[in-house]
């Protein structure tokens, strides 16, 4: 019986035209609830930017329940935020990737604990981030504004997805203790080496003592990946990147607009087959 599923966001469980979530996932995760499932979301974004999402699936300062934020660099309790996990950038590593960041043609997010700062916040990625998380632009060239702070990680923004696999190349002289992903087809992320979305699922399957084969993961992109391959069943929704659908162990016929996350429970949690 699986006991958790962790699950992405963004074009996984949220819709890509609305960022809603098909009443039909709702449903079905508190079928699975009922059965005594956690249903954690997993996200490259903070925990303040999921409380909407937390409040619409009840999770919302619930105690036993969790987040795992910043793609496995802190894990949270909901009930009264409870910091379980952090691990954070070296403030030196993330303001050399934000000093090395001003040659290329990238919008640039650092993420701290609480806010994220954005440089050359260009009017299609505003748009992106509408109803997603908090913002502030700033025009630093460096991150000195943000000394003695808590720096989660640094992401650098182009749609055009080769060009930032050029400029991770390029970094690295830089990247060796860095974990380097990709998310949302738009997105080169950095994290602390050993920091992602599936060692924040070990940790949180380990932390409530079970066993990760009783785990699920479900994704869409590259920052998923460890987390799929992680879990006990690791899952792609049927939108998801070409490189991420080979590693997963289920691919579900519908998208993250047809209500996938409901397919996978009802598959593999309620054996509605």
Known sequence: MYKIIACDLDETLLKRTDRSIDPRDLEAIREARKLGVKFVPATGRGFNS???TTAELGLKDEAGEYVISYNGGAVTENKDEKLLYFQGLSFELANEL?????????????????????????????????????????????????????????????????????????????????????????????????????????RLADFLGVDINDTIAIGDNVNDLSMIKAAGLGVGVHNATDDVKPECDYVTEATCDEAAVSEVIRKFILNEN
């Open 50 to 52: 999921v409380r909407g």
């Open 98 to 202: 934000w000093r090395r960041g001003l040659k290329y043609n990238v919008c640039m997010h650092v993420y701290t604990k609480d806010m994220v700062y954005a440089y050359r916040l260009w009017p299609e990625e505003t748009a992106y981030l509408n109803n997603r998380m908090e913002i502030k632009e700033v025009f630093d060239e460096t991150l000195d504004f943000l000394k003695g702070q808590d720096i989660v990680k640094v992401l650098y923004m182009n749609t055009d997805i080769p060009y930032l696999e050029s400029i991770a190349e390029d970094l690295k002289d830089i990247t060796g203790d860095i974990d380097v992903s990709y998310s949302s087809n738009r997105y080169l992320e950095f994290n602390t080496l050993g920091v992602n979305k599936g060692a924040g699922l070990k």
